[in-house]
């Protein structure tokens, strides 16, 4: 089934949510917070796919601005992701689901799996290939 997409109800997403160019902390974590909710969303419409993509544009940019990378490793950039979002190890549980894996990828004693890496990259947000 192919959806098709609506200008007006377009229009309406935009008018409630009000996306624009993210220029503070407090606005990538209100975009951040609708881009969530619509990730999860079941039965998605076009209309809300298309507002998520702009929000995770807008999301990448603020924050490559905002965290310049360089050059990093998979480890160094879960920690800079966890430390921009004020994560500590013991909530990498409830993202990788065992304390043992965890404590070991937050130590760096332990490379980032594939399967751990594209669940690291859709809690993010981010592309998994920047976890392995």
Known sequence: MTLTFNPETYGRLLTRYQP????????????IAIAEKLAHREN???EE???????????????DEQYPMGNSTPHSMLLH????????????????????VASEIFQGSREISLAE????????????????
Do not use: P
């Open 20 to 31: 624009k160019v993210i220029e503070t902390e407090a606005e990538n974590e209100r975009a």
């Open 81 to 100: 992701l966890m430390e921009a979002r004020g994560l500590e190890e013991a909530d990498l549980i409830g993202i990788i689901g065992s304390s043992a």
């Open 49 to 63: 796919s298309a507002l998520f993509k702009l929000l995770i544009a807008l999301i990448e940019k603020y924050e």
């Open 44 to 46: 998605r419409t076009a």
């Open 117 to 132: 890496a594209m669940i690291l990259g859709e809690f993010f947000h981010v592309d998994f290939r920047l976890f392995i």
